[in-house]
């Protein structure tokens, strides 16, 4: 099976930032996204990108975040800027087998997950 593992979670004050990292077991030319759970919330998508580099933001990271992939590495990258308490949380890599859809940014479309990294924003 897939494997996913992120890395670069750390704590950071309001208006830092952060870069995440995702490296896959193997190559993947389907969807590859972000997506963040926070205490009591529900997991969203933050970030998606094709196969093809075509990028897809939540409304809320919109300016601040950029997604982008490595296929010789086998690796996606989260950059994230003037981050917001309201953006602390447990951060996921996903991957799909298919080319990403208008359900992009739902959880269900995804078949491999990471086990998270925590990002923390503190006022």
């Known amino acids: 099976q897939v494997h996913l593992v992120e890395s670069g979670g750390a704590s950071v004050q309001t208006g830092g930032s952060l870069k995440l990292s995702c490296i896959a077991s193997t190559g993947l030319s389907g969807c590859m996204g972000w997506f963040r759970h926070a205490p009591g919330m529900q997991r969203d998508g933050v970030a998606v990108?094709?196969?093809?580099?075509?990028?897809w933001y939540a409304d809320s990271v919109k300016g601040r975040f950029t997604i982008s992939r490595d296929a010789a590495e086998n690796t996606v990258r989260l950059e994230m800027n003037s981050l917001e308490p309201e953006d602390s949380a447990v951060y996921y890599c996903?991957?799909?087998?298919?080319?990403?859809?208008?359900?992009?940014?739902?959880?269900?479309?995804?078949?491999?997950w990471g086990q998270g990294t925590q990002v923390t924003v503190s006022s």
């Open positions: 996903a991957a799909a087998e298919k080319f990403c859809t208008l359900a992009k940014l739902a959880a269900s479309e995804y078949e491999y």
């Open positions: 990108v094709s196969d093809g580099g075509s990028t």
